[in-house]
């Protein structure tokens, strides 16, 4: 009989354990996490559009939050959060809207002459979330992570400008730096003291670069895949 009842509340406590576990895997995503989806999300206060919510699909700058790509103007990274409309192409355009709408003129801004650069972008859930977990209002970077560094956060670039023979194009691989690995001037290092690759945005490696007509002019000594970090 003793061990009947020992099996019995062996078995409650499994059920129990197991239903301990459903809630807390349930509670955590659908409930906690505000998604794009319910319309409450809105761009950053400095932002060209805010108070706006964030839409799901591109917006006119390029963003497609939910996707986690940005495809546009190379400005255009940079415009709205710094109070400037999109730019769209045409610069006396550009210029009778900011006339039009009371606004100062990006000629000073250091991205301002890559304007007609296209930057296709691409991103992970830890670079940039496409929910609000940590409740703040804002889409979630390094969920989770006090900042960039151990959170496997990623991004690449695709640029392409120029016309004709100066066209041109360059592809680069971003990787947040590992919790272990060690800033050296201005060079990231594995655990092992193998290159990682050039410290940018102070958080970031850079782990790969191809450029057109010389192909890949830098190729991490840790490795160029994505899964290392
Ligand atoms: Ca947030």
Redesign the pocket.
Known sequence: MKKIYIGLAAVLILIGAMLLNTNVSSAKKPEAC?TIQDGV?TYSATHYLNPNPLKIGYDEYGYNYQAHMFKGSYANVYLGSDGFPPYKGDDNAYAQRLTDEGLSNPDNKWYWPYRNVDLLMKWNNAWL?N???????????H?EFTSYIGSGAWETNHMKGGEGKDSWTYFTKIVAAPTDATLNSGVWYNAEGIEIGPSIWGEFATIMEVESGLGATYISPAGPGFGKY
């Open positions: 505000t999300l979330a929910t609000d977990c940590d409740g703040d209002g804002l889409l979630d970077r969920y």
